[in-house]
């Protein structure tokens, strides 16, 4: 306890060689979804939040990155690339079945939910006409895949987040 600040250890949930990384929480607490490439490739695993009990949700071509679980708990979000078609934003079910790919392009990534989760958000980058990569900018997507929109911002834009919803 330092200058009223109490500190804790925080518990280590995989013991893995493997890289473990981007832990999200699903919306009741009881489970973590995360990507690790114990199975060879990049893939996405879900585990209880106590530890333990690993389980491989995510079995298509290419590999899976920054999951995100949704606010309703229906759905995980996912960054996907590595499969001949630049990279996807992508939902499927928390048991890994129904996954659907919602936005494709050279470079769209950092999905995030909006606070009723049914849309959202990513950044996607264009390549120039000098082949390198041009501005980066902010779109909106259900999750249908069928309304998408861009962001308005005055420069470029990345990493986007919501905020909790404010009671009016």
């Given at each position: ?73 229906d ?5 996907k ?46 390549p ?41």
């Amino acid at each position: 306890n330092v200058t009223g600040v109490q500190t804790c250890a925080l518990p280590i949930f995989t013991n893995s060689p493997n890289i473990d990384t981007s832990p999200s929480y699903s919306n009741d607490g009881t489970q973590i979804v995360f990507n690790s490439d114990r199975g060879g490739t990049q893939q996405l695993y879900t585990m209880s939040s106590g530890g333990g009990a690993e389980k491989r949700i995510s079995f298509g071509d290419g590999r899976y990155a920054t999951p995100v679980w949704s606010p309703r708990g229906d759905y995980i979000a996912f960054t996907k690339f590595g499969a001949g078609s630049g990279f996807t934003i992508g939902i499927m079910r928390p048991d890994g079945s129904g996954e659907r790919s919602l936005a494709n392009g050279y470079l769209v990534e950092g999905p995030t939910w909006a606070p009723n989760g049914r849309m959202l958000m990513y950044f996607s980058q264009q390549p120039n006409s000098g082949g390198r990569t041009g501005s980066v900018t902010l779109h909106t997507i259900d999750i249908t895949g069928r309304f998408e929109r861009q962001v308005p911002t005055p420069t470029d834009a990345s990493d986007p987040a919501w905020s909790p919803l404010i009671p009016q």
